[in-house]
């Protein structure tokens, strides 16, 4: 059997070779070179941002939408408010002709329904002709039951919409501007409700327009604050106190008005006919106390943190007594708006103080942290005029 032959070993390839090789191999592949894209290209045509809604081009929408997108609605409300304004105004002068102040009565509660339910996200139209229809049957059929419900039906309405109306406050002088308005919508509400000729108890009346309007207020927070876990232990904190304080004043008032013993309430008593005598009117307590402080401060806080609103509900406590404050007669329309006037003062010198605190215990120290703070308080929310939801 023949042996096989033996292999022999490759011979190492010199370097010179190696090196001669690799040269050869990258002249043969010649370097790449970019190729240049047209500006039209995909590749490298600019990122376009994506179209706003809000700024969409008319002819893409109908023309109901581009109606409501218009001033033309505000300006409209603006008109229908001022003309029941004035025909209420007229009445109470003795001026005008017959029916001035249900037609004015009528004309502020549709405008007052509407401008809720665009506030608040809902249907305007059926809100407001819900109200127009309810409005004129109790004008036109003239029954005490019927002018009544309207009439708690108009202030109810006057104090939500009061408060619902307010934007967030960044600096205390814009909080003493949103006070006003709601103080002012407020007022022409009231105008509106003692325009339906209500026959009422005056304290029934009172409490059944409070109640309907904290459980209103406080049904709409509910929904703009996505339910109760918006609140937070400090909306809690805040909820409870706001509810503490409107138990005991309206406790306390009841109270004195049932079991209080004669020198107590003759001392009482002698305070508010000296305010009267020597200043003309005497505040309202829960005005003072509760509902004006609340709305100071939750239009504050609702720059800062969403729990704002659940304080800005407690306002109606305020917006409530000023829209029911020409319904007793046994108040003159001068002492009434002398009454708004002081206890919307006070109230706002003790939602400074509160709010002061809260900076002091919340916020940073010093003028620069102050001024940083108000730098940034910058919570969104929409205008005025938009849906809040």
Do not use: K
């Amino acid at each position: 059997m023949s042996r096989s032959a033996p292999r022999r070993r490759a011979e190492p390839v010199p370097r010179r070779t190696r090196r001669a090789t690799r040269a050869t191999r990258s002249a043969a592949v010649p370097p790449a070179t970019p190729v240049e894209t047209p500006p039209d290209s995909p590749a490298v045509r600019p990122a376009v941002p994506a179209p706003d809604v809000d700024r969409a081009p008319d002819r893409a929408l109908s023309r109901s939408q581009r109606f409501a997108r218009s001033r033309w609605p505000l300006v409209l409300w603006a008109v229908v408010v001022l003309a029941g304004l004035v025909a209420l105004v007229g009445c109470l002068l003795d001026v005008g002709p017959a029916g001035s102040c249900a037609g004015g009565a009528v004309a502020v509660t549709t405008a007052y329904a509407w401008a809720l339910a665009v506030r608040t996200g809902g249907r305007p139209l059926v809100s407001g002709g819900v109200a127009l229809a309810l409005g004129l049957i109790a004008a036109i059929s003239g029954d005490d039951a019927l002018r009544t419900g309207a009439a708690v039906l108009t202030a109810v309405v006057s104090a939500v919409f009061a408060v619902m109306a307010t934007v967030p406050a960044v600096r205390f002088v814009a909080t003493v501007r949103e006070v006003a308005i709601a103080v002012l919508l407020a007022a022409i509400g009231a105008l509106a409700t003692v325009g339906f000729e209500p026959v009422v108890q005056v304290v029934r009346f009172e409490y059944a327009v409070l109640g309907l309007a904290l459980l209103g207020a406080f049904a709409l927070v509910y929904r703009l604050g996505a339910g109760l876990h918006g609140l937070g232990r400090r909306g809690v904190v805040i909820v409870l106190i706001g509810t503490v304080v409107l138990a005991i004043t309206l406790a306390y008032a009841e109270l004195l008005r049932r079991y209080g013993t004669p020198g107590l309430v003759t001392s009482l008593l002698d305070v508010v006919v000296w305010s009267r005598d020597h200043l003309g009117a005497f505040p309202r307590p829960l005005e003072t106390a509760l509902g004006i402080p609340a709305l100071a401060w939750g239009v504050h806080m609702r720059a800062r943190r969403r729990q704002g609103w659940w304080v800005c509900a407690f306002g109606v406590a305020a917006t409530a007594p000023v829209a029911c404050g020409l319904v007793n007669p046994g108040v003159t329309l001068t002492e009434s708006v002398l009454s708004v006037t002081y206890g919307a003062v006070v109230g706002l010198v003790v939602g400074f103080v509160v709010i002061r605190v809260d900076l002091a215990v919340t916020g940073p120290r010093g003028r620069r942290g102050r001024r940083a703070e108000e730098a940034g308080a910058l919570r969104p929310e929409p205008r005025r005029t938009r849906a809040l939801l």
